[in-house]
């Protein structure tokens, strides 16, 4: 049988994401391969999850369940010190990314943002497109009726 890993026991606040909806959780102990945690409504094993504190984030499978506590395994390497000493993340607001920016939007909403931004990029060409036809319409009158205005006006004049 193989030996665990060294934990450390805390007690940090994050925010977990299993499936789409984000939650509270709580890490009681964590180690350089994975995280026990506590939940009211803790993940069933083989779930997967994201954990966020902080700028630190952790995918991680959930390994075993018992009560509201469970156990995950994560994908990467856990750097101990540096999760630890990472900022807890507030659950009364947006959860930052990586670079500081708000949590992720649902595929669907990010879909209706690209379209909107789409047919704002398609208006501006086409206007675009319209004022460069108009500017060479114009040109292209101008030119024609110089000629047969400028012999009427030296005839009047």
């Known amino acids: 049988m193989r030996a665990r890993s060294a934990r450390r026991k805390v007690m940090l606040g994050a925010q977990m994401r299993c499936g789409t909806a984000w939650n509270d959780a709580s890490i009681l102990n964590v180690s350089g391969t994975g995280l026990g945690l506590a939940a009211p409504t803790p993940p069933q094993p083989g779930a997967y999850v994201e954990l966020r504190r902080g700028a630190y984030i952790v995918v991680a499978r959930v390994v075993w369940a018992n009560g509201g506590r469970f156990g995950v395994r994560a994908q990467d390497r856990i750097i101990v010190d540096a999760f630890v000493a990472a900022a807890a993340v507030r659950s009364d607001g947006p959860l930052p990314d990586q670079r ?58």
Do not use: H, I, N, Y
């Open 100 to 157: 500081g920016q708000r949590k992720p939007r649902p595929p669907a909403e990010r879909g209706a943002a690209s379209r909107a931004r789409s047919r704002a990029f398609e208006f501006v060409l086409v206007a675009m497109f319209g004022a460069a036809l108009a500017v060479a319409a114009f040109d292209g009158v101008t030119r024609a009726l110089a000629e047969p205005l400028g012999l009427v006006s030296a005839a009047l004049g």
